[in-house]
Every structure is written in structure tokens, then in C-alpha cells.
């Protein structure tokens, strides 16, 4: 076997770990986008836990082919990077349409579509993900959902001791 067709592999492979562990990918075009900008973009997906590569797209099909996920084929077609989420599925989108919405959509990132676990997403569920609240503010709502209840009951309760006591 030759050693490009082994470093090839070793590529794929490590695609497909990187699948496997992330929460999501997102792919997007870019064209035109300047060093700064990606510079800053990288310290952000950095920051937010966002692993955010250039693959080359035969390599990244090699990979959804071996964990068997169809439906990515048409995205990767030209320039393409990807966002995989390791710990916030919803940190990817969010950063790109944070970046596409500062400069305006002129259209140098476009988002192409994306996976979460072995879902494909088009660009509207991508779109559905980035405005999804913080993991903090679900987790209050939830947490805000589950005490109303009985925070009513104790109120109550508590109206209910105070008018027996008021009684006798």
C-alpha cells in the first residue's frame, strides 16, 4: 500500500471519530473571508468547544459512507469547512449565523447544511438550531416549569392553614 493511500485512510478514520463523538457538524461554504475573520472565528469555536476544520470532501464522504449516513452528498461540493459541536450541539450553528448576520449575509459563509448524531439537517433545521436558547436557560426553564407546580401547592396550603387558623 502506498503511504499517501495509508495517510488517506488514517484522514478518514479520524473523520470518523470525530463524527462519532460530536454532537453536530455543521458544513459551510466560505469564499472571500479574510484572516482576521477566520482567526476570530476560530478563537470563538475554540472558546464555545468547537472543533472547525477544512476536510476535503471525497475524504469526509469516505467517512459518512463507513458510519453508513447518506444524505450529505449534495453539501459537499466545493470550498467547504466543518463545525463539529463536541460539547453544545447547538454552539456550531449558533457561531456561523453569529458570523453571517455581523457581516451582513454578503453571502462569503453560507451554512450547507449539517448532522446531529446521524440526522442529516438542512439548512432550516441549522437555522432552528442556532436559535435554540443556552443550555443554562433550558435547564431554568425546566427547572422553573417543575417548582411552579408546587410552589402553587404550598401557597395554597399555606391560605388554607392560615383560614383554619383564623376559624377556631
Known amino acids: 500500500m502506498s503511504k499517501n493511500l495509508e495517510l488517506k485512510k488514517a484522514v478518514v478514520s479520524e473523520i470518523s471519530e470525530k463524527l462519532k463523538n460530536a454532537q453536530s457538524m455543521v458544513v459551510v461554504s466560505y469564499k472571500g473571508i479574510t ?10 469555536f475554540r472558546a464555545a468547544g468547537v472543533e472547525y476544520c ?23 461540493e466545493g470550498p467547504n469547512a466543518f463545525a463539529f459541536g463536541m460539547t453544545d450541539p447547538a ?16 453571502g462569503r459563509m453560507t451554512v450547507k447544511g449539517g448532522l446531529m448524531g ?11 438550531l442556532s436559535e435554540l436558547p443556552s443550555k443554562e436557560v433550558l435547564l ?10 408546587v410552589a402553587k401547592l404550598v401557597y395554597f396550603l399555606e391560605a388554607l392553614r392560615k383560614q383554619q387558623a383564623g376559624e377556631e
Open 35 to 44: 484572516v482576521e475573520e477566520v482567526t476570530e472565528l476560530r478563537n470563538q
Open 54 to 76: 477544512v476536510l476535503k470532501n471525497t475524504l469526509v464522504r469516505r467517512a459518512l459512507a463507513e458510519l453508513e449516513i447518506t444524505g450529505l452528498d449534495e453539501q459537499l
Open 91 to 106: 454552539a456550531p450553528a449558533k457561531i456561523v449565523y453569529d458570523f453571517i448576520n455581523k457581516t451582513k449575509n454578503d
Open 118 to 128: 446521524t440526522e442529516v439537517l438542512d439548512i432550516n433545521k441549522v437555522k432552528a
Open 140 to 149: 431554568s426553564r425546566l427547572v422553573g416549569s417543575i417548582q411552579a407546580p
